[in-house]
């Protein structure tokens, strides 16, 4: 008799393959329709913008002198926004964000919450589901580009350099 490893495949899990499958479509819908869906919103004003300005804005790019309007039709909705107050006067700051989530992490103290010590634990389960491993990593922001704005026009972009 020959034995064989029997191998679970996601494959073999309908609901959790198309689960993934789902998941990974409406990501990849949202993050390509959002640039377009804005500049649909706002066809009216996308039109009586320069060709050179539609051109950088179709792109996702940006440049100095650009309004609020074309940065939001470019880029979106800022993650967070700040107002700098300087001896030169008020600007405006926009601030876009990516977010990290820490890589997982284990703990000498597994055997308190389900290890070999005192068996499992009944709605932990075993060390490798410990929560704190998984569940509670935590999330850092990180800016990677900063829109600066004065009288209602960039007039500074800061770039996360690599």
């Known amino acids: 008799m020959i034995a064989t490893r ?9 609901a959790l393959f ?8 409406m990501l990849l819908i949202s993050g ?5 869906k804005r500049i649909e919103r706002n066809a009216d004003y996308f039109a009586t913008l320069p060709p050179e300005r539609q051109a950088l804005i179709s792109s996702g790019e940006i440049d100095v002198g650009f309004s609020k309007q074309d940065v939001y039709l470019a880029l979106g909705e800022a993650d967070v926004k700040y107002t700098r107050r300087t001896s030169a006067g ?22 308190w ?14 060390p490798f589901a410990y929560r704190h491993s998984w569940y509670d990593r935590p999330r850092y922001a990180r800016d990677v580009m900063r829109v600066v704005f004065e009288n209602g026009q960039v007039s500074a972009i800061e770039r996360e350099v690599d």
Not at 32 to 36: G, R, V
């Open 6 to 14: 029997s191998r679970t495949c996601f494959f073999r899990r309908p």
């Open 113 to 126: 919450h389900g290890g070999l010590h005192h068996g499992p634990h009944p709605y932990r389960g075993y």
């Open 32 to 36: 390509c329709a959002s640039l377009e």
């Open 90 to 111: 008020e600007s405006e700051v926009w601030s876009y964000r990516e977010y990290e989530t820490a890589p997982p992490y284990f703990h000498d103290d597994w055997a």
């Open 18 to 25: 198309f689960g993934m499958v789902v998941t990974m479509a």
